[in-house]
């Protein structure tokens, strides 16, 4: 890992002083000063054919260009080498104020300059403004800084021109292409949303065979996606993507099934944190969730809503101001999700709470039954299977037969049951711990034993 650190230092360090370079010729030609230097790629950038850096081989994989590279390497600047755009904040005397073709905005603790796509167009085409339309393309969903996630263009206030907005590097490659770490994105105030895994394994969930047969319809899609909609020329007919939903009682399984998906996929599944999205703000709630489906569209991430009626509720009889924007929320939803290319897994405790329009659009309906008893008796046995902490009293047969209780509710007995044994000085669980757990269990649920 050092490493590899130390061989991104050394190519960032020649690739920023190669874009200082370029920037100090632009300012010289845009002021009309003496320059040795007509044209700013005249400044051959680093050559990285034998540069085994991450930066290098990002670099020589996309087959980057001049203009390519400037935009890449001005991402990351701020990051590695602020005082390196000091530069701009030259004062334009005439106005007493900084020059509105360098672009930049300042950030609320940093106080260095920070980067925006206008800066970039000045870097590289100055006022030319033919160059300007072709650098547009850069900012294109479909040019491959954004496709990837690479680069980010944040904007901020709706109605601003396309150029102010935000350039930035997004937090994975900034830290592939310095530390050299490929680190995921994690749960943050910013960042509304966590990757989930489990150390269980499919062995591990017991569910019907019609649930399984569905749950591996969703797997077949995720491998064989580029066959149906490129070979098999589906994809003008038959929208991108695969919505399905998981509803049925708490603790049968919904989120370890979503969790386990990526296990046969190799995808990560990014859980969102329904709190941090909705606001009561006009326009937070979008906002909030356009962030997270623009980067999971960019990193092929699956989406799973838990509890999702509390974000794709009913929509109501518009009777005031803050019904008609719930259903404008909905609307808005309803319309991400059916846009999203990826995979989305909607869970719910009760299908009736979620909008009919939602429920249409699904690819995939699967119901998650309380388990029956021998679904049951496997969900205890793998508790205690390859482990000597049961004692021989213990018959999880008779309990799976005589106790309706979901995967979760069994998971939570064992818990109590563990606890109780060695709050008694027992290294074993009796089966009168289980039976006190079942009871607890069953009041929890609003049931007698």
Not at 66 to 86: G, N, Q, T, Y
Not at 231 to 256: A, D, I, M
Request: hydrophobic content about 40%.
């Amino acid at each position: 890992m050092m490493e590899a650190a130390s061989a991104n230092a050394r190519t960032l360090e020649a690739e920023v002083e190669w874009f200082v370079r370029v920037m100090e010729t632009r300012f010289s030609l845009h002021f009309g000063q003496e320059s040795a230097f007509s044209d700013v790629r005249e400044h051959a950038p680093p050559h990285l054919a034998s540069d085994d850096s991450e930066y290098a081989r990002l670099v020589r994989h996309f087959g980057m260009d001049f203009d390519e590279r400037i935009v890449l390497i001005l991402s990351i600047i701020p990051h590695v080498r602020p005082e390196a755009l000091d530069m701009f904040f030259v004062n334009n005397k005439n106005f007493g104020r900084g020059f509105t073709e360098f672009g930049g905005w300042k950030g609320k603790v940093h106080g260095g300059f920070l980067p925006t796509c206008e800066t970039a167009s000045f870097v590289l085409n100055g006022n030319c403004l033919e160059s300007r339309f072709r650098f547009m393309r850069m900012l294109d969903d479909s040019h491959y800084f954004i496709e990837n996630g690479i680069i980010e263009i944040d904007h901020q206030e709706a109605g601003e021109p396309l150029f102010a907005g935000m350039l930035k590097i997004s937090g994975e490659y900034l830290s592939l292409l310095t530390s050299g770490r490929s680190q995921k994105p994690d749960f943050s105030a910013n960042f509304p949303a966590k990757r989930i895994t489990s150390p269980l394994a499919w062995d591990d969930l017991v569910l019907g065979r019609e649930v399984l047969d569905e749950v591996e319809n969703i797997s077949a899609w995720i491998r064989h996606e580029k066959t149906i909609m490129k070979e098999w020329g589906l994809g003008r007919t038959v929208k991108p993507g695969y919505r399905c939903l998981f509803y049925g009682p708490p603790g049968t399984g919904k989120t370890l099934t979503a969790t386990l998906i990526d296990a046969n996929s190799g995808l990560d599944v990014y859980r969102i944190d329904l709190s941090m999205v909705v606001s009561k703000y006009i326009g937070e709630t979008e906002k909030n969730l356009a962030g997270i489906f623009d980067q999971a569209k960019s990193r092929n991430w699956i989406l799973f809503f838990d509890e999702a009626d509390a974000l794709f509720g009913k929509r109501t009889q518009a009777s005031s101001s803050n019904d008609r924007y719930a259903n404008q929320e909905v609307s808005y939803l309803l319309q991400r999700v059916e846009d999203f290319p990826g995979l989305v897994i909607l869970a719910t405790n009760l299908r009736a709470n979620l909008d009919e329009a939602f429920a249409r659009r699904f690819q995939s309906s699967i119901f998650f039954p309380l388990p029956d008893a021998e679904q049951r008796k496997k969900l205890w046995e793998g508790h205690f299977r390859g482990k000597r902490i049961a004692r021989e009293d213990v018959d999880l047969g008779r309990i799976a037969e005589e106790h309706v209780l979901s995967g979760g509710a069994i998971a939570n007995v064992v818990r109590y049951a563990a606890i109780r044994a060695l709050n008694m000085g027992r290294n074993a669980i009796s089966h009168e711990d289980l039976a006190k757990g079942v009871a607890k269990e069953l009041i929890k649920e609003g049931k007698t034993v």
